[in-house]
């Protein structure tokens, strides 16, 4: 009975920490099931949507159990999902007991993402390597790799915030648009096209749509269209943030600066 | 059209390790990470210089990420979505997006519905690559790996 509680907590926190950090919801569900069907029980259901966790079971005595998770603040840690994943598999074929894979779980949720300075340049270089992708020259490289790194900041700044993920993603196409203005106008950068759409690489929603995608496959459609929802709103903020700026710009200028 | 078409997909490989980065992959899965989007994105390069359209090109670009992101999956003892989600970032249309928004500032309807409908199709097909090649039947290994 005791125990069963302790597994039931293990299987909810790994679930946890999965949707946290990016996880698909089937994935989640998937991974809350097969540890709880470690125990005979009769009932075993999971159901979990991109922002909460329910699950239910039963107990010895015919009591059932339900717990509901809301999951709120969320980040993207696909390596704490790699991990979690691995310690489930270990757990369910029984070569951990519960006390070590729930010590397990510990060490992986204190894990540390990389450091902000390494997480700032890499999503300056993505902005400048997207650039070049696009068919940006060196000049553009270098435009964007300041770009990505001012947005880099600007979601630092608010990462703490309790502010919109959406406004945030509206200020940085703003942002973007700005100084990829800025740059072209003082003759840094060369196109500014090939600058804006390389900058708001970092901020496009793929997990979002790679994870929506993967829900519905898999039969969870309230996921699916929810992580849809998400996606297209965020490319909505994107692109808002960017034309807002571009609209001044050329009311102000009287003319199409491309 | 080699050299800029090998300096495009070098990029795309780069860009890809580093939102690898952004999304907190392993460090031993990045050059993975950056193959799987090197990949995808010389099929969709090869593709349109044949003279595929660009949606045809994204889902030809988009089936090989999908593929090669279970093969690696596999290989490398990972969850399919680590190398899925970062393969298939280069293929996003966040140029279709910007093309779609600059069209509906300058207010010409016309280019914004073209580049609207060719955004939305090329989300289309990523996600209709992505059904057929999770489709295929498991290979032995995976369904021992069962998740």
Same mark, same amino acid.
């Given at each position: 009975?005791?125990?069963?509680?302790?597994?039931?907590?293990?299987?909810?926190?790994?679930?946890?920490?999965?949707? !946290?950090?990016?996880?698909?919801?089937?994935?989640?569900?998937?991974? &809350?099931?097969?540890?709880?069907?470690?125990?005979?029980?009769?009932?075993?259901?999971?159901?979990?949507?991109?922002?909460?966790? +329910?699950?239910?079971?039963?107990?010895?005595?015919?009591?059932?159990?339900?717990?509901?998770? !809301?999951?709120?603040?969320?980040?993207?840690? *696909?390596?704490?999902?790699? *991990?979690?994943?691995?310690?489930?598999?270990?757990?369910?074929?029984? @070569?951990?007991?519960?006390?070590?894979?729930?010590?397990? *779980?510990?060490?992986?949720?204190?894990?540390?993402?990389?450091?902000?300075?390494?997480?700032?340049?890499?999503?300056?270089?993505?902005?400048?390597?997207?650039?070049?992708? +696009?068919?940006?020259? =060196?000049?553009?490289?270098?435009?964007?790799?300041?770009?990505?790194? +001012?947005?880099?900041?600007?979601?630092?700044?608010?990462?703490?915030? !309790?502010?919109?993920? +959406?406004?945030?993603?509206?200020?940085?196409?703003?942002?973007?648009?700005?100084?990829?203005?800025?740059?072209?106008?003082?003759?840094?950068?060369?196109?500014?096209?090939?600058?804006?759409?390389?900058? &708001?690489?970092? =901020?496009?929603?793929?997990?979002?749509?790679?994870?929506?995608? !993967?829900?519905?496959?898999?039969?969870?459609?309230?996921?699916?269209? @929810?992580?849809?929802?998400?996606?297209?709103?965020?490319?909505? @903020?994107?692109?808002?943030?960017?034309?807002?700026?571009?609209?001044?710009?050329?009311?102000?200028?009287?003319?199409?600066?491309? | 059209?080699?050299?800029?078409?090998?300096?495009?997909?070098?990029?795309?490989? #780069?860009?890809?390790? #580093?939102?690898?980065?952004? #999304?907190?992959?392993?460090?031993?899965?990045?050059?993975?990470?950056?193959?799987?989007?090197?990949?995808?994105?010389?099929?969709?390069?090869?593709?349109?210089?044949?003279?595929?359209?660009?949606?045809?090109?994204?889902?030809?670009?988009?089936?090989?990420?999908? #593929?090669?992101?279970?093969?690696?999956?596999?290989?490398?003892?990972?969850?399919?979505?680590?190398?899925?989600?970062?393969?298939?970032?280069?293929?996003?249309?966040?140029?279709?997006?910007?093309?779609?928004?600059?069209?509906?500032?300058?207010?010409?309807?016309?280019?914004?519905?073209?580049?609207?409908?060719?955004?939305?199709?090329?989300?289309?097909?990523?996600?209709?690559?992505?059904?057929?090649?999770?489709?295929?039947?498991?290979?032995?290994?995976?369904?021992?790996?069962?998740?």
């Amino acid at each position: 009975m005791r125990h069963h509680k302790a597994l039931f907590k293990f299987a909810i926190k790994a679930g946890e920490i999965m949707l !946290r950090n990016g996880a698909e919801t089937y994935r989640v569900e998937d991974t &809350i099931e097969r540890i709880l069907r470690t125990q005979d029980l009769e009932i075993v259901e999971s159901f979990v949507t991109p922002t909460g966790i +329910f699950a239910t079971m039963d107990e010895e005595d015919g009591e059932t159990v339900t717990v509901v998770k !809301r999951v709120r603040k969320r980040t993207i840690h *696909l390596h704490k999902v790699a *991990l979690i994943n691995h310690l489930s598999r270990q757990f369910v074929e029984g @070569s951990l007991t519960l006390e070590e894979a729930s010590q397990t *779980l510990q060490e992986i949720e204190s894990r540390k993402p990389y450091p902000p300075a390494i997480m700032i340049m890499s999503i300056g270089l993505a902005a400048s390597f997207f650039t070049v992708v +696009f068919g940006g020259s =060196l000049r553009d490289f270098c435009s964007s790799l300041l770009i990505g790194i +001012f947005l880099a900041l600007l979601q630092q700044g608010f990462y703490n915030s !309790r502010v919109s993920r +959406f406004l945030v993603d509206l200020l940085g196409g703003s942002l973007i648009a700005v100084f990829a203005l800025l740059f072209v106008n003082t003759g840094l950068g060369a196109q500014l096209d090939k600058i804006i759409i390389g900058s &708001i690489m970092p =901020l496009v929603p793929g997990v979002a749509i790679t994870n929506a995608v !993967r829900d519905t496959i898999e039969g969870d459609l309230v996921s699916g269209i @929810s992580r849809g929802v998400e996606a297209f709103f965020i490319a909505v @903020s994107i692109a808002a943030g960017v034309g807002i700026v571009l609209k001044i710009w050329f009311a102000v200028n009287g003319g199409y600066i491309v | 059209m080699i050299l800029p078409m090998a300096l495009q997909i070098i990029s795309a490989f #780069f860009a890809t390790i #580093f939102f690898s980065v952004m #999304f907190n992959i392993s460090r031993k899965e990045l050059l993975y990470c950056g193959l799987s989007g090197g990949l995808g994105w010389s099929i969709y390069l090869i593709s349109n210089q044949l003279g595929g359209s660009i949606v045809v090109s994204t889902f030809l670009g988009a089936l090989a990420v999908s #593929f090669l992101s279970r093969y690696l999956a596999i290989l490398r003892k990972q969850p399919v979505t680590i190398f899925l989600i970062s393969g298939t970032i280069p293929l996003v249309p966040g140029a279709g997006m910007y093309q779609t928004m600059y069209a509906l500032i300058t207010q010409d309807i016309e280019q914004a519905a073209t580049y609207g409908s060719q955004t939305l199709q090329m989300a289309g097909v990523i996600a209709i690559a992505m059904i057929i090649i999770s489709s295929l039947p498991k290979s032995a290994p995976e369904q021992r790996k069962a998740h």
